[in-house]
């Protein structure tokens, strides 16, 4: 299973008896949460990225597959959506390529865990 945009948490259940990947608009563990490219243009961010990630029981905290920095322009919102797709569309494809080797036996992609410490979540409400 391999989710991008998704909004909401898939039940325990699948995510225990599928290997479930989510794309993320960040580079977790910084940004978590529904709609990070808009809170790292808010914020002003100079760098994000595009991670692939298992998913596990808790919102974007699963083990990292992959990562990919972007330099953005944050006053070029336009431009910053166009880089991530590109970066999204080329991990994907890096994804089933590395996928297809190992006989897609998720089991065998190499997986590092998340810093905890440098963690920070977003929710649709600011103030």
């Not at 008896?17 to 914020?43: A, W």
């Not at 006053?75 to 991530?84: E, N």
Request: glycine share 4%; with cysteine.
């Amino acid at each position: 299973v391999l989710v991008y945009g998704w909004d909401y948490m898939i039940p325990s259940r699948i995510v225990e008896s599928f290997p479930c990947f989510n794309i993320h608009p960040s580079l977790l563990p910084k940004y978590r949460g529904p709609d990070p490219v808009t809170v790292q243009l808010l914020e002003k961010e100079r760098l994000t990225g595009v991670t692939i990630h298992k998913m596990n029981d808790r919102l974007d905290a699963g083990p990292i597959w992959k990562q990919k920095e972007i330099k953005i322009d944050p006053t070029q919102p336009r431009l910053v959506y166009l880089k991530i797709a590109g970066t999204v569309m080329r991990l994907v494809d890096e994804l089933l390529s590395t996928l297809e080797k190992a006989g897609f036996d998720a089991s065998k992609l190499e997986l590092f865990p998340q810093n905890e410490e440098e963690a920070t979540y977003y929710s649709r409400k600011r103030n």
